[in-house]
């Protein structure tokens, strides 16, 4: 295998032969998984095409959306030939993208479920191919709970299991965020669960539609019945994550790479069970390759993301501890409690409306501020949150 040291860095000596090389653009930091994937498509793909050399350009993951926008704006200065970005940025991408070849479409049609398809097509054509998929589960602590197969189908459920938990116990609740995307998220997953969405028919994003109101309630009840960690809205995920390792916390939402850190950590003391709501269903941000348009090097490029969905660049894909859209592969290497649970709802991919995360995040975490701090009522909040929302934003 070709060292990393080769395949990092490489710029100084990018001059000698410029079209032999590839630029691949990737961000830090990177789960563990993610990392070692990367470094395996690259060699992967230098071992099979030895003309051609890998250089990966690497950026801090804060800089990462303004940095993408900025190269989507100057088609004309340098740019990556291949980016990895979430699938909530593609439609604001779409005009900077090179289509996926109709063979490369067609091999990832025969791979992907239609409901990851939607989420990585712009217009009429696939533009991407994801790599990198971390499907949200529930951890639960099974000495706390005193059961090891959990199967809570709602919500209200996950409530009321929680109950008796946090009064016979010094371990708090349902691990809650109080801010950021991943609060956003659990929103979703709660309102997705009851019946609910995002965004009407219409393509609106509509807060007072549905079954948000439901939805926040239940956040609201549980912080007043002292079901989640206490101060609820001053806490982050990676804040939760560390008290669940710790033996602190009696269930958690978190991306199935989680059971990484906590067997890295000799926690055993848990066990995962699906998001509550029927049908099952997958919520996650897929991480994906993208060709920018015009570039010097777009048939290597292609070639690229071609290699990542063959045999050999899924196969390496799972070897790293990822989901490769192969299905029979995925469930040959699915070991671990968390991705024999994600793969349940690979036929029911679920994530935050793409062109309006941005506004909805924001939303949500004002309407649960204003809620669980009793400032306002749980309609009042959503309305107030609705009013931040721009009048014409449409999906």
Same mark, same amino acid.
């Given at each position: ?313 899924? &196969?390496?894909? !799972?070897?790293? @501890? ?6 029979? =592969?995925?469930?040959?290497? %699915?070991?671990? #409690? /968390? ?28 309407? &649960?501020?204003? !809620?669980?701090? @009793? ?6 909040? =959503?309305?107030?949150?609705? %009013?931040?929302? #721009? /009048?014409?934003?449409?999906?």
């Amino acid at each position: 295998m070709v060292s990393p040291v080769n395949l990092i860095g490489l710029f100084l000596s990018v001059t000698c032969q410029p079209a032999a090389t590839l630029h691949i653009g990737l961000w830090e930091p990177m789960p563990r998984g993610a990392e070692q994937a990367a470094r395996m498509l690259c060699a992967g793909f230098q071992g099979r095409y030895p003309d051609w050399r890998v250089a990966v350009m690497r950026q801090p993951l804060a800089d990462a959306y303004g940095l993408v926008m900025r190269w989507c704006k100057s088609a004309k200065s340098w740019r990556p030939d291949v980016v990895v970005v979430p699938d909530l940025w593609l439609p604001e991408m779409a005009g900077e993208l090179e289509p996926l070849p109709p063979p490369t479409q067609s091999r990832l049609r025969t791979l992907a479920h239609s409901s990851l398809q939607a989420r990585v097509t712009v217009g009429s054509g696939i533009c991407a191919v994801p790599w990198w998929m971390e499907p949200r589960v529930l951890f639960y602590s099974t000495k706390a709970l005193r059961d090891t197969n959990w199967q809570p189908i709602s919500w209200d459920q996950v409530l009321e299991t929680l109950g008796p938990v946090r009064e016979k116990r010094r371990i708090w609740g349902l691990g809650v965020p109080g801010s950021g995307l991943e609060l956003c998220q659990l929103f979703a997953e709660i309102l997705w669960a009851l019946g609910g969405d995002l965004v009407t028919s219409a393509g609106e994003l509509d807060l007072l539609a549905g079954r948000c109101e439901e939805a926040l309630d239940l956040l609201v009840r549980a912080d007043r019945q002292g079901l989640t960690q206490p101060e609820l809205l001053t806490w982050t995920q990676p804040e939760l994550e560390e008290l669940f390792a710790d033996g602190k916390l009696a269930a958690l939402v978190a991306p199935m790479g989680f059971e990484d850190v906590l067997a890295a950590g000799n926690y055993t003391d848990y066990a995962v069970a699906p998001l509550p709501g029927r049908p099952v269903f997958a919520s996650m941000v897929a991480e994906c390759f993208v060709i920018f348009r015009g570039g010097p090097r777009t048939p290597a490029a292609q070639a690229f993301v071609d290699y990542v969905l063959s045999a050999e660049g899924q &196969a390496r894909i !799972a070897e790293a @501890g990822g989901m490769p859209l192969d299905a029979g =592969l995925a469930q040959r290497v %699915a070991r671990t #409690p /968390a991705r024999k649970i994600a793969l349940l709802g690979m036929k029911n991919v679920r994530g935050l409306p793409a062109t309006q995360w941005q506004v909805a995040s924001p939303a949500i975490e004002r309407a &649960a501020y204003l !809620a669980i701090s @009793g400032r306002k009522t749980t309609p009042r909040a =959503l309305e107030e949150a609705q %009013a931040l929302l #721009p /009048a014409t934003l449409t999906q």
